[in-house]
T-cell receptor, first 111, second 113 residues
Framework: QKEVEQNSGPLSVPEGAIASLNCTYSDRGSQSFFWYRQYSGKSPELIMFIYSNGDKEDGRFTAQLNKASQYVSLLIRDSQPSDSATYLCAVNSPRDDKIIFGKGTRLHILP | KAGVTQTPRYLIKTRGQQVTLSCSPISGHRSVSWYQQTPGQGLQFLFEYFSETQRNKGNFPGRFSGRQFSNSRSEMNVSTLELGDSALYLC????????????FGDGTRLSIL
C-alpha cells in the first residue's frame, strides 16, 4: 500500500463549482497534513495545513481531516481558472520523521 | 520576509560530472529538506538537515550528499552524474522539522546530457 495516495486525475470542474480533492494515508500515527498547489513549471506552494480532526477553512479553501478513516480532503469553493494546477497532499511520517508527498491530482477548471 | 532561495535555477551537465546546488532557507528556519521531482516518481525525499546535522535520509545512492552550514544554508552535491539524475531539485525549509509546514524554493532544473 502506498503511503500517501491521491487520484492522479485530471479532475475537471466547471468554473464556479466546488472542487473536491481527496487523499488517503497509511500511517495511523500521522499528525500533520498539508496541501500544496503546484503550477506547471513552478515549485509547490503551501496552501493549507491541518492537525486536528474536522474542518479548517481559509478563504475559498477548506481542509477536512478524518483520522479514523485516514482520509484528508481539500475543497475549493467558487473554483476559478487560476485554480487549475496539480495539488499535492503531504503527510508527516512519525516512523520515518519526514514528510511524505502523494503524486498529486491534476485539477482543471473549465471556463 | 525573503523566501527560500535556490541557486542556480538551471544547470546542464554531462554524465560523470558532479554538481553542487545551494539553498538559503527562510530566515529563522533551521530545518532544510531536499527533494527530487520527476514526472514519473513525483516528489522524492533526499535528506533533511537540522543544526548542521543530517537528521534523515531517503533511499538515494551515496552519490547524493549534502551539508548544512552554521547559518542554516545548505548545499547538495551529486557526483558521477547519470542520465536518470535529470530532474527538478527542490529545497524546502521549516522552523524545526518534519511535522511543520515546509516552504519551497523555486528549484534547480538539472539536465544531464
Amino acid at each position: 500500500q502506498k503511503e500517501v495516495e491521491q487520484n492522479s486525475g485530471p479532475l475537471s470542474v466547471p468554473e464556479g463549482a466546488i472542487a473536491s480533492l481527496n487523499c488517503t494515508y497509511s500511517d495511523r500515527g500521522s499528525q500533520s497534513f498539508f496541501w500544496y498547489r503546484q503550477y506547471s513549471g513552478k515549485s509547490p506552494e503551501l496552501i493549507m495545513f491541518i492537525y486536528s480532526n474536522g474542518d479548517k477553512e481559509d478563504g475559498r479553501f477548506t481542509a477536512q481531516l478524518n483520522k479514523a478513516s485516514q482520509y484528508v480532503s481539500l475543497l475549493i469553493r467558487d473554483s476559478q481558472p487560476s485554480d487549475s494546477a496539480t495539488y499535492l497532499c503531504a503527510v508527516n511520517s512519525p516512523r520515518d520523521d519526514k514528510i511524505i508527498f502523494g503524486k498529486g491530482t491534476r485539477l482543471h477548471i473549465l471556463p | 520576509k525573503a523566501g527560500v532561495t535556490q541557486t542556480p535555477r538551471y544547470l546542464i551537465k554531462t554524465r560523470g560530472q558532479q554538481v553542487t546546488l545551494s539553498c538559503s532557507p527562510i530566515s529563522g528556519h533551521r530545518s532544510v529538506s531536499w527533494y527530487q521531482q520527476t514526472p514519473g516518481q513525483g516528489l522524492q525525499f533526499l535528506f533533511e538537515y537540522f543544526s548542521e546535522t543530517q537528521r534523515n535520509k531517503g533511499n538515494f545512492p551515496g552519490r547524493f550528499s549534502g551539508r548544512q552550514f552554521s547559518n542554516s544554508r545548505s548545499e547538495m552535491n551529486v557526483s558521477t552524474l547519470e542520465l536518470g539524475d535529470s530532474a527538478l531539485y527542490l529545497c524546502a525549509s521549516s522552523p524545526d522539522g518534519a511535522d511543520q509546514p515546509q516552504h519551497f524554493g523555486d528549484g534547480t532544473r538539472l539536465s544531464i546530457l
